[in-house]
């Protein structure tokens, strides 16, 4: 690793100006959670000071004029800096919400990882709160926690490097000054935590196997967080900045954002036969129009009868609806690197979009924290979909279909070859292990998942060495 000396001295000042002393995580001693603990009777949030004054306003940085700016925000050669400023009163409301919604802060005792039992149906609260970067503010910014098991887990760990999603015009009824306020041309984003990720590199280094290997995908970036909520900035460890599909990635990698987008969440989302119902298919655009005719017609092909007594026809008409191309290169990319928290284990974390160009669904990855590892629970699945349990349509009908099964097979020999070539990939987690190792080391106890700084370190062998077996697995199965 390259000693960055100079941007460990800088964190240190930035890190000292906090009102109390700061705890490396390597060091034995517990900070207080008493500020997570602490409740107010409302978890309303309060909007006030209706009368200020935008001044750091800008064309370029505030306004939906400007076009996303990818260069300034999606840096992978910097690790940048966001720091939010919430009013304390807001603060306690948002841990109050918290409370309410996953218990008592620190409640489950068994560190990183161990929590998670509780869950919501509800979304965390909005606050509005000051956003600044680079000396300049974003005004009364809507921020709220979120996540599903990482965020009970961390909740019930008593860790409060919670995720974090951003609407930069949640509050623009309420403060008209910021109407279509936008971060350098995005509206939102989502600022992962990396929970239970040693090495802190899987978010972002999944969705650039993704996208390098020609899927739509959010772009991701590294950025520490510093949050004040009126004792001065605390700092809340090392970050992930993740696009977020329903703003810019629909308009910027495909025609246009103009198709229906959806959400899939638990009942439906596998697929299976007659499980469609309209709650599984959140609709993330055109909210307004009742319509799931592209989602119906999906299932109705995929499960038509033609599956077994014509399958030429078969595959016609899915390939109508659905582009099985796209999901193949999916499929395949996701099972080499293994990313278990998603479809063929669980009915959550991708999204389907209408592509205008196509008008054919197009499956778009997400969440990918839990990737590049062998998995948890009934673990990744097998290249050959071996250890498939459950009712899995997509994955099933498709491999079992000699045509689709070797457009798979093509996209995993295309996939080991390229973006996740053994040297290359090692290589690229080398360059962001010594990106970001001054800030990974340098977290505090209570806003970190690793146990000591030497965590780090473990991290990046393992998914080094994680690279290497699925090279040796890719030649098994094409074997």
């Given at each position: 690793?390259?000693?960055?000396?100079?941007?460990?001295?800088?964190?240190?000042?930035?890190?000292?100006?906090?009102?109390?002393?700061?705890?490396?995580?390597?060091?034995?001693?517990t900070i207080s959670d008493a500020d997570a603990t602490?409740?107010?009777?409302?978890?309303?949030?309060?909007?006030?000071?209706?009368?200020?004054?935008?001044?750091?306003?800008?064309?370029?940085?505030?306004?939906?004029?400007?076009?996303?700016?990818?260069?300034?925000?999606?840096?992978?050669?910097?690790?940048?800096r966001l720091d939010f400023v919430v009013s304390n009163?807001?603060?306690?409301?948002?841990?109050?919400?918290?409370?309410?919604?996953?218990?008592?802060?620190?409640?489950?005792?068994?560190?990183?990882?161990?929590?998670?039992?509780?869950?919501?149906?509800?979304?965390?609260?909005?606050?509005?709160?000051?956003?600044?970067?680079?000396?300049?503010?974003?005004?009364?910014?809507?921020?709220?926690?979120?996540?599903?098991?990482?965020?009970?887990?961390?909740?019930?760990?008593?860790?409060?490097?919670?995720?974090?999603?951003?609407?930069?015009?949640?509050?623009?009824?309420?403060?008209?000054?910021?109407?279509?306020?936008?971060?350098?041309?995005?509206?939102?984003?989502?600022?992962?935590?990396?929970?239970?990720?040693?090495?802190?590199?899987?978010?972002?280094?999944?969705?650039?196997?993704?996208?390098n290997a020609g899927l739509a995908v959010s772009n991701?970036?590294?950025?520490?967080?510093?949050?004040?909520?009126?004792?001065?900035?605390?700092?809340?460890?090392?970050?992930?900045?993740?696009?977020?599909?329903?703003?810019?990635?629909?308009?910027?990698?495909?025609?246009?954002?103009?198709?229906?987008?959806?959400?899939?969440?638990?009942?439906?989302?596998?697929?299976?036969?007659?499980?469609?119902?309209?709650?599984?298919?959140?609709?993330?655009?055109?909210?307004?129009?009742?319509?799931?005719?592209?989602?119906?017609?999906?299932?109705?092909?995929?499960?038509?009868?033609?599956?077994?007594?014509?399958?030429?026809?078969?595959?016609?008409?899915?390939?109508?609806?659905?582009?099985?191309?796209?999901?193949?290169?999916?499929?395949?990319?996701?099972?080499?690197?293994?990313?278990?928290?998603?479809?063929?284990?669980?009915?959550?974390?991708?999204?389907?979009?209408?592509?205008?160009?196509?008008?054919?669904?197009?499956?778009?990855?997400?969440?990918?924290?839990?990737?590049?590892?062998?998995?948890?629970?009934?673990?990744?699945?097998?290249?050959?979909?071996?250890?498939?349990?459950?009712?899995?349509?997509?994955?099933?009908?498709?491999?079992?279909?000699?045509?689709?099964?070797?457009?798979?097979?093509?996209?995993?020999?295309?996939?080991?070859?390229?973006?996740?070539?053994?040297?290359?990939?090692?290589?690229?987690?080398?360059?962001?292990?010594?990106?970001?190792?001054?800030?990974?080391?340098?977290?505090?106890?209570?806003?970190?998942?690793?146990?000591?700084?030497?965590?780090?370190?473990?991290?990046?062998?393992?998914?080094?060495?994680?690279?290497?077996?699925?090279?040796?697995?890719?030649?098994?199965?094409?074997?």
């Open positions: 690793m390259k000693n960055s000396t100079i941007k460990i001295a800088l964190l240190f000042i930035a890190i000292s100006i906090a009102s109390y002393v700061h705890i490396s995580c390597s060091d034995d001693e602490e409740t107010t009777e409302t978890t309303d949030a309060v909007v006030d000071d209706l009368d200020f004054t935008p001044t750091d306003w800008t064309t370029e940085t505030h306004s939906k004029d400007a076009d996303p700016n990818y260069t300034e925000v999606f840096d992978n050669t910097v690790v940048k009163t807001n603060w306690k409301a948002m841990l109050t919400d918290m409370t309410s919604l996953y218990g008592t802060f620190g409640s489950s005792n068994s560190g990183p990882g161990g929590g998670g039992t509780s869950f919501s149906d509800e979304d965390p609260i909005f606050v509005p709160a000051s956003v600044f970067y680079n000396g300049k503010e974003w005004y009364k910014v809507g921020i709220r926690f979120k996540g599903n098991s990482s965020l009970s887990s961390a909740w019930e760990s008593g860790i409060l490097k919670l995720s974090f999603k951003l609407d930069f015009d949640e509050y623009e009824d309420d403060y008209p000054q910021i109407k279509n306020q936008r971060f350098y041309g995005f509206k939102k984003f989502s600022l992962k935590n990396n929970y239970d990720d040693d090495a802190l590199l899987r978010e972002k280094v999944a969705a650039e196997i993704f996208k991701t970036s590294f950025y520490t967080l510093y949050v004040d909520y009126g004792d001065g900035p605390q700092y809340f460890g090392l970050y992930t900045l993740v696009e977020e599909i329903d703003d810019t990635v629909i308009d910027t990698q495909f025609s246009s954002g103009d198709g229906n987008l959806y959400k899939p969440e638990d009942d439906g989302a596998n697929f299976a036969n007659g499980s469609f119902n309209e709650d599984g298919f959140e609709k993330k655009t055109n909210e307004d129009e009742a319509d799931w005719s592209d989602v119906k017609a999906v299932f109705s092909a995929l499960h038509a009868s033609t599956r077994t007594t014509d399958p030429a026809a078969w595959r016609a008409g899915l390939d109508a609806v659905f582009d099985t191309d796209v999901f193949l290169n999916y499929l395949a990319v996701n099972t080499v690197i293994q990313n278990w928290d998603t479809y063929g284990r669980m009915e959550h974390n991708y999204y389907l979009y209408n592509n205008p160009s196509t008008n054919k669904l197009t499956w778009i990855p997400w969440d990918n924290n839990e990737a590049l590892q062998s998995g948890k629970q009934q673990g990744a699945l097998n290249l050959n979909f071996s250890n498939l349990s459950g009712d899995w349509p997509l994955i099933s009908y498709l491999y079992a279909d000699s045509v689709y099964k070797a457009k798979y097979d093509a996209y995993v020999k295309a996939t080991i070859d390229g973006p996740f070539e053994t040297t290359y990939i090692q290589g690229v987690y080398d360059t962001y292990a010594d990106l970001i190792e001054p800030y990974a080391t340098t977290e505090v106890k209570g806003y970190s998942f690793l146990s000591s700084s030497s965590s780090f370190y473990s991290g990046i062998s393992t998914i080094k060495s994680h690279a290497s077996s699925r090279a040796s697995a890719v030649t098994t199965y094409l074997k």
